[in-house]
């Protein structure tokens, strides 16, 4: 008898952790939705926000690193497209976290793997003068590799 009685209280609080969960998982929705709304797209289960600001490459990374993302980064054509959504809705050309830092003409996402996508310019990248390590975003979604320091906006991606 303990025993179903206890079977009995375990299996409502069971039900009640999965009421608050899925309360949580519906609030968590609702303010994606938000933040998409207000400054940002999404792409699956990527959110892309920016604040409007612009900053270098290592500046931007940090900004987004800080939030807790990382500068957006597309990996297929769908999330290039949000990408450039975003950075036309605010009217400025946004650096990417794709950079060849490590190794010229070797492009890589902030993890360190080797781009799997890629949307470069016609000519592109060309490394122009030897200094020309990080990707910015064209305003037609194409790609350009541009040196680091130049102030770019900086959009995060969150996943």
Known sequence: MLIFVFV???????????????SVQSKLEAQKKALVFSKGANSHDKIYITNGQEATYN????????????LASPTNAEENRVILA?????????YLGINDIQTEGTFRYPNGVRISYSNWKVREPNDLN?????????DSGLW????CTEKRLVICEFF
Request: aromatic share 0%; proline share 2%; charged share 25%.
């Open 8 to 22: 009995l209280a375990l299996n409502h609080k069971i039900t009640l952790i999965e009421q608050e969960l899925q």
């Open 59 to 70: 500046e931007g990374k940090a900004i987004c690193s800080s939030a807790g993302g990382q």
């Open 86 to 94: 975003v950075a036309q809705q605010n009217k400025k050309i946004p």
């Open 130 to 138: 030897g200094i020309e390590d990080c990707v910015e975003m064209l």
């Open 144 to 147: 350009n590799d541009r040196i």
